[in-house]
Every structure is written in structure tokens, then in C-alpha cells.
């Protein structure tokens, strides 16, 4: 059965600070694994990753995959509150077309 | 200019009754979804639609009824609410069923907050 684990599941870091999310995942036929950030109301993508070992950037975010260990980082430098949020990883599940399995999501919580 | 949008943003309604919640996207995408949020955050597909045709079905009660009447569009009745049913449910978009990683990317609206009493 596919399963996707995300930890921390909560952190709290204050702002300046790097935080590292992990993403595990287990699917028979991998095909992408997607980073969400939900603050509150609809989660908005971050990353589509589908190869090893290229790291996508995005201003102070990035994310690396790792296809032979099954997990993903997503990192993000020097925090600021409005990172604060519930990031989401995702994997598409193996049998079907059109379903995203999501892990449980890691809160990360940025004070002053 | 919203993508993804869905009314109401709260639903708050007594045991027994029916309740729509609808849906519109204005991304030109063939295929929409419907998740569902629980109070542990998990995000759980319910149904997808592809140009107005159902594709998944997930083990949902039949008391759950989607209905796209054309692909902008994806409608979720509930009927018989239960306390259970109360979580946030989440419509979704993608540009086409997945058929490559290119349409495997999601466009969230901003969820409806369902509270059963």
C-alpha cells in the first residue's frame, strides 16, 4: 500500500532561522512527489519533483529528492512569519490516475 | 480572478438535513476533484471528474452525490448529514487526467469548513 510520512509533524522555530522538512515515501510505481504550503484555507503548490537530485528553488524554499532512499527535504532559509503554515507532501498513488496521496503535514510555526 | 473558487466558505447546519456545496474553475482544466480535510489533516480524494465524467469514486456513503453539469463546474451533495461528515472539503483542478507529471500539479479552492450539529 503506498504511504507517504512527513516529520516533524510540529515546529517552532523564530524568524532568521533554517527549518528542514522530510518526506518519506513508499510507492511501487513512482512517477512525482508534490510540496504544498496550506495557510489556513487552500493549500498552493510549491514543487513538482521528479528527478534525484535536482534541487528546485524558489526564493528562500527549496526541495531535493532522493528516488533511491524515498524522501524528500524541503528547505526553507531564513524564516519569516509568513512561512508559518501546515506543509503537505504528496505522491501520486501507484494504481490509480488522478489521486493524490497526501502525508499528514508538518505545522511549522515562525515567531518574532 | 480566482482559480479555483467554492461556496459557501461555512456550512453550518443541523443532523438529518442536505446541504450542496458547489464549485467553478475558471483554468480551462478538464479534470476536478473533491477531498476531503479531517480534523487530523489528512487530505483524502472523494471523487474526480473528467470532462464531466466520474473517473474516481472513492469508498464515500452514498449519501455523498457529486455532479459536474459541464467541466467548469463540480457540485458536492450531501444528504442525511451526519456529526462524522463535519471536516473541510476541498475542491480541485488539474489540467488534464493524469496521464503525465505535468497534470498531476493541483489547484486548490479555499475549502468549505463543514460543522454538523
Known amino acids: 500500500e503506498d504511504k507517504v510520512v512527513q516529520s516533524p509533524l510540529s515546529l517552532v522555530v523564530h524568524e532568521g532561522d533554517t527549518v528542514t522538512l522530510n518526506c518519506s515515501y513508499e510507492v511501487t510505481n513512482f512517477r512525482s512527489l508534490l510540496w504544498y504550503k496550506q495557510e489556513k484555507k487552500a493549500p498552493t503548490f510549491l514543487f513538482m519533483l521528479t528527478s534525484s537530485g535536482i534541487e528546485k528553488k524558489s526564493g528562500r524554499l527549496s526541495s531535493i529528492l532522493d528516488k533511491k532512499e524515498l524522501f524528500s527535504i524541503l528547505n526553507i532559509t531564513a524564516t519569516q512569519t509568513g512561512d508559518s503554515a501546515v506543509y503537505l507532501c504528496?505522491?501520486?498513488?501507484?494504481?490509480?490516475?488522478?489521486?493524490?496521496?497526501f502525508g499528514a503535514g508538518t505545522q511549522v510555526v515562525v515567531t518574532p | 480572478d480566482t482559480a479555483v473558487s467554492q461556496t459557501p466558505k461555512y456550512l453550518v447546519t443541523q443532523m438529518g438535513n442536505d446541504k450542496s456545496i458547489k464549485c467553478e474553475q475558471n483554468l480551462g482544466h478538464d479534470t476536478m476533484y473533491w477531498y476531503k480535510q479531517d480534523s487530523k489533516k489528512f487530505l483524502k480524494i472523494m471523487f474526480s471528474y473528467n470532462n464531466k465524467e466520474l473517473i474516481i469514486n472513492e469508498t464515500v456513503p452514498n449519501r455523498f452525490s457529486p455532479k459536474s453539469p459541464d467541466k467548469a463546474h463540480l457540485n458536492l451533495h450531501i444528504n442525511s448529514l451526519e456529526l462524522g461528515d463535519s471536516a473541510v472539503y476541498f475542491c480541485a483542478s488539474s489540467q488534464d487526467f493524469f496521464d503525465s507529471p505535468s497534470n498531476e500539479k493541483l489547484f486548490f479552492g479555499s475549502g468549505t469548513q463543514l460543522s454538523v450539529l
Open positions: 504528496a505522491v501520486p498513488e501507484t494504481d490509480s490516475w488522478g489521486k493524490l496521496q
